[in-house]
RNA sequence: GCGGGCGUGGUGGAACGGUAGACACAAGCGACUUAAAAUCGCUAGAGCCAAGCUCGUGCGGGUUCGAUUCCCGCCGCCCGCACCA
């Protein structure tokens, strides 16, 4: 066997595969299917270490299953519509379509040479026509079926390029370009009925068992099931419409420590007060800034006294002041509340500040409050003593205030309990070229009109230029300007574009049949479905994954999905990033200036420049080319191969945890893969009648190898398998048995191997003997009783601490256990004659004697 | 600001509530070599000279015979916050 040359063997393998069909996915009624799927990426151009992981795990996953027996779809494909390739052609020229094609096929190349088991003929982008049109079909249905429809949405302004912003691209409340200070503007916007689904996407979650439980969690806390009350204010002093004030609130309980009722900015009361310039003021005042939650919660909370007072439902005599306040949301409830200054810190603050009264509804149930420095928030499961109650008992939960204070409530007739959600309806619209067309038109006769099914895809217009900020579709006049489907009068095309959620929010079930003349068909998604398993990063917990467990159903109900896939996602696991440590030195001026890893000298000392000066290391930050602390894999798979990489990035971190990229890291994965071709060379070169006396224990060892990497793929512990591979590695170098066993031992450790480190395995398996592809044969199996010890060592503890261990047969009775634990020496002497109070035998596991 | 997560030797990490540190990196020592690299072998949480003992899983409490693991409070870092993908 010659020297190990990834260079040589990778390209051979790869071929070899490709020659057998390999990984092409066929709907096989005869065996079981698995569908794995690793979210699909941007087509930056580049592929960075985070993608080699990701597509790794899938691959180890798709791998591991092909061997099981199963008839595996692993696809892979574009999420390609976005603003980066607009971005793209403003600043260096171009069309998006050309740059995001040819970033496809740059990155198409550089994913190729990481062998992964992927079904290529499947591919496709988000961009392609054949795809985008499907989904315009879709959309129609949707809009048929009552899911989709139009209201007015807040958008960032930039009032200087005169366009609308991402919430990325306001930057400290300024446009990213022209640095104008941006506003809210509101624009008729289309959406998806997502809140139609609120309770049974929520419901739904208890069944999603095989996905991450913080993931579950956070869909729930952003869906937001409440139970609170709603009510209206009677006004006094207000304009003509607005006698009653309808607010929401989920604590009810606190509405005796009222000090003043709030309503948001964009409240239509807000709009009818406008009429007066210090509100005018005001309310500009709060439009200012981007549209982000974030950036809204977090602004300096402001307020303006309209002037108007309502009724306290509870004594009419009680006037409270309205105010406009920045930090109330009309997204959420009524968008108008009452504020409990003394219950909720940020009506505290602001109570703070405009001077408004805290009066404290309940104290501690145990102690009086004194004085109030902040507001008190106790857990709604705690009881508290309640010295502004109105209903239900002096002494009781938060929970039984709410719940009483609702009855109360609906007995009197001054309100009822109501439901409400967060979560709100999916806004789609974008004002922005590269993106899939909505399918309608606006007819002067017929209004807003779906595009006639035959007339799809409604395809983007190539003869567009990026030289001017905004929307080129919008000043296409060719393009825009078209015939009515209903009436044939002239209309004019919708120029939003959808947002490229939704294009991710059904390439899964585009992957069960990729050309077909439908979305879907019926087969194929009845067979494939669902994924089994979906991989991908946490920081789409929420948006990426609720809009598709939305799609699909909406889907279902337009009869492009059967009920089955309505929860697309079987299992679902979200690895971490790949980080690398950041190099930093300081210019003249103070900025912070980032030099590359390979511009760096490691010594004792630390680390310096080539001319000594020194460096600070800023270790695991996620690589970004800013930072210059990427780690290009094409560099390492040049280097070592790709067999170094995949080994590096699925050895040295659970894969839930971010890994972080270190040289030595993966030069020690080369190496350990240079031993193993070393290894296989030595086993190969042994004489064929070698008879050793360890053939036993190599098997024992080999069966339990076997046993745990089975059960670290299976459980996604990926780095506790490959501990496993050292572990055997170690034992079968020092192995003395025979050629047979120890031939055996190699090949089947190149099936272990095989997920991660394919082209290896592959050499490897052919080099000993081994039938067919390794990546075709199937996975071994561990006999059971290789795998049981009949003796096992037991840790007595005294107290807790560890004193002794013992050896005793596996299935010795605790009694016994127990005997000749207090029998030994070293728990004779600890235990000094001190009597003992109890004694713990965990069988298998350990002693505990209690003294 | 709100929601979620994470925190273990010099480093990455392992440990059904049961021997903390498997496996690996870096380091040190040794073998081979004229020498170096490569390779192979050994050592290694910290402290006390040592057999051994004490301390030790971000910090402070609690539950338990026993806590890295469960509960409460803090600190630090990371992710998400609806137009980034």
Redo the contacts with the bound molecule.
Sequence with gaps: MSRYEPSVIEPKWQKAWDEAQAFLAKRDPARPKYYVLEMFP?PSGRIHMGHVRNYTMGDVVSRYKTAQGFSVLHPMGW?A????AENAAMERGGHPKDWTYSNIADMRGQMKPLGLSIDWTREFATCDPEYYGQQQAMFIDMMEAGLIYRKNAV??WDPIDMT?????QVIDGKGWRSGAAVERRE?T?WFFKISDYSEELLNALDGLTNWP??VR??QA??IGRSRGLQFGFETVGAPAGFDLLEVYTTRPDTLMGASFAAISPDHPLAKALEADPAVAEFVALCRKGG????EI??AEKIGFDTGIRVKHPLNPDWELPVWIANFILM?YGTGAIFGCPAHD??DFDFATKYDLPIKAVFEPNDEPIVALTEAYVPLKSERVRYIRGFAGADVQTGDEGVATAIAHAEAQGYGKGVTKF???D??L???RYWGCPIPVVHCATCGVVPEAKENLPVRLPDDVTFDIPGNPLDRHPTWRDCTCPKCGAEARRETDTM???VDSSWYYARFTAPRAATPTSAADADYWMNVDQYIGG???????LLYSRFFARAMNKTGHLPAKAIEPFDALFTQGMVTHEIYKTTDARGRPVYHLPEDIVRSDAGATLADGTAVEVIP?A?MSKSKKNVVDPMNIIAAFGADTARWFVM????PE????W?S??A??AY??L??IWTLCSRIGDMPADHVGEGDLDLRKAMARAVNDVTLGIEGF?F??A??KI??FT?TL??ANASTATMKDAIRTLAQLMQPMVPHIAESIWSYQGGTGLCCQAPWPKADPALLVNDEV?L?I?I?????A?ITVPRDMPASEVEKIALADEAVIKFLAGQPVK?I?V?PG??I?V?V
């Excluded at 609308?164 to 990325?168: G, K, M, R, S, T």
Aim: net charge positive; proline share 3%.
């Design positions: 941007y999420d519509f976005g603003m980066p958008v960032n609308v912003l991402a919430n990325e624009l916007q439980e913080k969690l956070m806390n952003w549209t982000s939650a974030e919660e977090t997204d810190q940020r967060r979560l709100r999916w806004g619209s974008r004002q947002d490229t959620f946490i920081e789409h917990a929420i948006l990426h695991s996620k050895s040295d971190s659970p945890r971010d890994v972080e270190t030595s890291g030069e020690a190496k350990f240079g031993r512990a780095n506790k490959i501990a050292y572990e170690n170098s020092k060592i840790p503890q107290n807790g601490k560890r004193r261990e109890k713990i965990v596991r350990i505990n209690v």
